[in-house]
């Protein structure tokens, strides 16, 4: 069971890595282009790019307009919490240092994941919250006061 999961635990550190790397490039464009905004409006295209390059790749067919029409507003907003992070992180990487600055984004990914497993916002699968998930948010914090020391 442990050994099926080895892939995708490995996959999500590799993808917690690449945005370390992602806010320090960030973080080196802007000071270089001396703009958070064109320094976020570069890595969002560039993005553009490689996600365009990856639907070539897999032949992924350009949704129809009648899927595009019923899916909701709301759903088409995540590059706005997107935006979000890398235009804080531009700005809060050189201040905070890479470590601080993504201890608190993983506390604030916690407390607002313990939120959403335990109300099921947005169609997250419902995990109640109970002490031992409690006592991981609490050991987390207590990371965030120790790598800021």
């Known amino acids: 069971m442990m050994l099926k999961l080895v892939l995708p635990m490995t996959l999500a550190v590799t993808a917690g890595l690449s945005l370390v790397v992602q806010q320090a490039l960030n973080s080196n464009l802007r000071v270089a282009l001396n703009s958070a905004a064109w320094s976020g409006f570069m890595s969002y295209f560039v993005g553009l790019v490689c996600m365009i390059l990856l639907a070539i790749a897999l032949r992924d067919p350009v949704p129809s307009s009648a899927t595009i029409s019923r899916i909701p507003?709301?759903?088409?907003?995540?590059?706005?919490?997107?935006?979000?992070?890398?235009?804080?992180?531009?700005?809060?990487?050189?201040?905070?240092?890479?470590?601080?600055?993504?201890?608190?984004?993983?506390?604030?990914?916690?407390?607002?994941?313990?939120?959403?497993?335990?109300f099921g916002i947005l169609g997250v699968p419902v995990h109640e919250i109970n002490a031992v998930r409690l006592a991981g948010a609490a050991l987390l914090v207590g990371g965030v006061i120790l790598i800021r020391w």
């Open 73 to 118: 507003l709301w759903a088409w907003s995540g590059g706005v919490f997107g935006a979000i992070f890398i235009g804080l992180g531009i700005m809060l990487v050189p201040q905070l240092g890479a470590a601080t600055f993504f201890v608190l984004l993983v506390a604030g990914q916690m407390v607002g994941s313990l939120i959403f497993d335990h």
